[in-house]
Nanobody, 116 residues
Framework: QVQLVESGGGLVQAGGSLRLSCAASGSIGRILAMGWYRQAPGKERELVARILNGGSTNYADSVKGRFTISRDNAKNMVYLQMNSLKPEDTAIYYC??????????WGQGTQVTVSS
């Protein structure tokens, strides 16, 4: 059983920065990818950023140039550095982990609120 715990969310003014962290624990097998998704009220959950086991990354167009995903394999952690935050970034942010032959694991989510 793998668990993911997000931290680092909060309230920030537009133009500010936040750094989200996700810690994975438990019986972790081969990791295919880790990522960040977000869901705003009335919106569908969307991909924010994803990093594959080979190190390649994928970002939503709306966050390119502002957000950076990174990982620390030794610590089983993934991070999301969010700069130049906008009110439209307000959402619950979820960490995800994909393993070979395993269902996707999701964290509990952390609230990010950007005020104007």
């Amino acid at each position: 059983q793998v668990q993911l715990v997000e931290s680092g969310g909060g309230l920030v003014q537009a133009g500010g920065s936040l750094r989200l962290s996700c810690a994975a624990s438990g019986s972790i097998g081969r990791i295919l990818a880790m990522g960040w998704y977000r869901q705003a009220p009335g919106k569908e959950r969307e991909l924010v950023a994803r990093i594959l086991n080979g190190g390649s990354t994928n970002y939503a167009d709306s966050v390119k140039g502002r957000f950076t995903i990174s990982r620390d394999n030794a610590k089983n952690m993934v991070y999301l550095q969010m700069n130049s935050l906008k009110p439209e970034d307000t959402a619950i942010y979820y960490c995800s982990l994909d393993q070979i032959l395993r269902l996707t694991v999701w964290g509990q989510g952390t609230q990010v609120t950007v005020s104007s």
